[in-house]
């Protein structure tokens, strides 16, 4: 190679190597800027996150919502806070919330309270007054007397109450589930409808459209208001990102002319008559009342009625009156209610917390889910530690496994406070009831868990000085022969387990 053509492959090779030189350098340098934006942008982000995470520490959410809400902002910051921000804007122009009060606010105009009956109260049964003076002056939910009442301890018997009395409505039937679904308990209840609806008896049905999703498509509502059953959907779902999806009717009911109603734990589906097994034997529970304290669950009804359809109501209308009135004998006193998450007043959890914190001796629950928080928690655990025998019956079957190990992540604490914890062999616990000391009962749709307590609509009714309180009682003692007691040794987990399990209790009121 001559001098000329060297001198040639030198500068070629010098030329390469500058602009290898140039590339790395220009590579170095979009990689230190990218990184220098994505550090600036996580600054930010971060500083974002704490803004948002001391907004929701001063909010008048419950402690156990704020924690959920901050350790996901602070966790993934970009997808907490936005989520969040979604959340909080739809909160504060929720037409939907006001829209509800408002049908709520005219309902309860037609709840009288009768004072007279409540200086009785006052005067001869201190023991339970401070619930009923609750429910009556802060809920707006009358106390009631010339009330029959009678429990039914499993879906059989409330499945053959309710056929019996539905062939008697000569005026309207009311009917409210989260779930109604096909099978031969809706078969059954859907004959005597369709047989009184032409019988010009004015038959109403609300549904949840998440709960009852697999039933109530358009043509077949068409078939119902074809045979003069009139149907409507609570909240019905769209296919748009919304917080007021999560707010569903999980309330359960049935009225009849006025004068008779159901609640409890029971849905329209051949499980809860253990027609169909899916989980084991199904244990649920309800409660009929007869006579003045039905008005009650009318009033109920037609507000949500009025809400759902944008209908006016003539409330008065629906009253029973004439040959619909009987003389029914009292039997103890009974205040129907409900809860919605759209005010300040979380009526259910109060009336929880009323009867846990004025037990004298003893305390029993049905549950299906025990994922609760620190109030809660507290004062079942400090009943435990003073003395009064607090029991608490949950499924041994799961349904849905995350709010098993959830309700699983509580037994240790509750069981070294002296609570006696019972899972129910044979399936399913889906009742929802709490008795104390003989005299006081609260049977209804609400769970002891965040959504029931804080996110749902749910109904009960309170019995005091109620002779079916000693039968709800013997019905309870006699379940606890099919249950398996949780021990303290049973409560042993791993420490990956007890590690998940605490994640999902921090997550759980936003899941």
């Known amino acids: 190679m001559n001098r000329k053509s060297r001198s040639l492959l030198n500068k070629h090779r010098v030329l390469v190597c500058i602009l290898l030189a140039l ?261 649920d529970t309800a409660i009929m009342i007869s006579g003045d304290g039905a008005w009650c669950m009318s009033v109920i009804f037609l507000s949500l009625w009025s809400f759902c359809t944008s209908e006016a109501v003539d409330y008065r209308s629906f009253e029973p009156i004439g040959d619909l009135l009987n003389a029914y004998s009292t039997n103890g006193y009974v205040q129907p209610y409900y809860d919605n998450p759209f005010d300040d007043e979380r009526v259910a959890e109060s009336a929880y917390l009323n009867i846990i914190q004025r037990a004298k001796n003893y305390l029993y629950i049905h549950t299906p889910y025990l994922i609760i928080g620190d109030t809660l928690l507290f004062a079942l655990s400090l009943a435990a530690k003073s003395g009064i025998d607090v029991r608490i019956v949950t499924p041994h079957a799961d349904d849905v496994r995350f709010m098993r190990m959830a309700t699983r992540s509580y037994y240790r604490r509750l069981v070294e406070a002296g609570v006696k914890i019972y899972e129910y062999a044979p399936g399913f616990m889906h009742s929802k009831l709490m008795i104390s000391d003989d005299n006081i009962a609260v049977i209804g749709s609400v769970n002891l868990d965040y959504r029931s307590l804080n996110l749902q609509l749910e109904c009960g009714i309170m019995l005091y000085e109620s002779s079916e309180i000693q039968n709800m009682k013997s019905d309870y003692l006699n379940s606890l022969d099919l249950c398996n007691k949780i021990t303290k040794d049973i409560c042993e987990t791993s420490a990956f387990v007890r590690f998940l399990q605490g994640i999902i209790r921090i997550f759980s009121p936003i899941l």
């Not at 959410?61 to 910051?77: G, M, T």
């Not at 409330?158 to 009917?175: C, G, N, R, T, V």
């Not at 009139?230 to 779902?237: E, G, I, Q, R, Y």
Request: net charge positive; with cysteine.
């Open 23 to 283: 590339q790395i350098a220009l590579s170095i340098l979009i990689i230190a800027g990218a990184g220098f934006v994505f550090y600036c942008l996580g600054i930010a982000f971060a500083l974002i996150s704490i803004i948002i995470a001391l907004c929701v520490a001063g909010t008048k959410f419950q402690a156990e919502y704020r924690i959920a809400w901050i350790a996901l902002i602070l966790i993934l910051p970009l997808f907490g806070s936005i989520v969040y921000l979604i959340y909080w804007l739809q909160a504060k122009s929720n037409k939907f919330g006001k829209a509800f009060m408002e049908a709520n606010k005219k309902g309860k105009t037609q709840l009288q309270t009768n004072n007279k009956l409540s200086e009785n109260i006052a005067l001869s049964n201190k023991a339970y007054f401070p619930h009923v003076n609750y429910l009556e002056k802060s809920a707006g939910f009358p106390l009631y007397e010339n009330t029959a009442n009678k429990y039914l301890k499993i879906g059989e018997e409330f499945y053959a109450s309710l056929l019996q009395e539905l062939a008697k409505a000569k005026k309207y039937i009311f009917i409210e589930f989260y779930a109604i679904k096909e099978g031969k308990m809706w078969d059954g209840v859907l004959q005597i409808l369709e047989q009184k609806a032409s019988e010009h008896v004015d038959v109403r049905i609300i549904y949840d459209d998440l709960g009852s999703f697999s039933l109530f498509k358009a043509d077949y509502i068409v078939q119902l208001h074809s045979k003069h059953i009139k149907t409507v959907a609570f909240n019905p779902l769209r296919p748009i990102l919304t917080t007021v999806q999560s707010c569903r009717n999980h309330r359960k009911s049935v009225v009849i002319d006025g004068i008779v109603a159901y609640t409890g734990g029971i849905n329209i589906a051949d499980e809860y008559i253990n027609e169909h097994e899916i989980h084991g034997h199904w244990k």
